[in-house]
């Protein structure tokens, strides 16, 4: 099995478009092996002091510890919001291949 500690890493989007364009920078800079994208999302937070609520869309992100700097900085700097959601944890167990996989599609030599 590789040694690459695989993240799951979470983001909200504001909608679905946005969502989407974000899943594919991600992918297509092999900073991420899978996107999945999470309709219907209801989030009610505090933000500059008043309460607010949104309909958002939820990304889940598969990564490696190794690109998660770089996956950081091109989501907040792609994101639409401000101070956009953007959590990860580590994997510590999984069905192997998958886990594999999830490594072999952020490696950067490797091509699709």
């Known amino acids: ?56 869309v939820t990304l889940l992100i598969k990564t490696t510890r190794q690109h998660y700097a770089q996956l950081q900085q091109t989501l907040v700097s792609a994101h639409p919001y401000d101070v956009p959601e953007l959590i990860a944890w580590p994997i510590n167990e999984g069905y192997a291949p998958y886990l594999q996989w999830v490594a072999a599609e952020t490696t950067s030599d490797k091509h699709a």
Do not use: F
Not at 2 to 15: E, H, I, K, T, Y
Not at 19 to 30: G, S, Y
């Open 1 to 56: 099995m590789s040694d690459a500690q695989v993240l799951m890493v979470m983001s909200n989007a504001p909608d679905k478009a946005s969502a989407h364009a974000l899943a594919r920078a991600l992918i297509e800079t092999k900073l991420a092996a899978c996107v999945n994208i999470l309709p219907g999302v209801q989030s009610i937070y505090r933000w500059q002091g008043q309460i607010e609520q949104a309909d958002e």
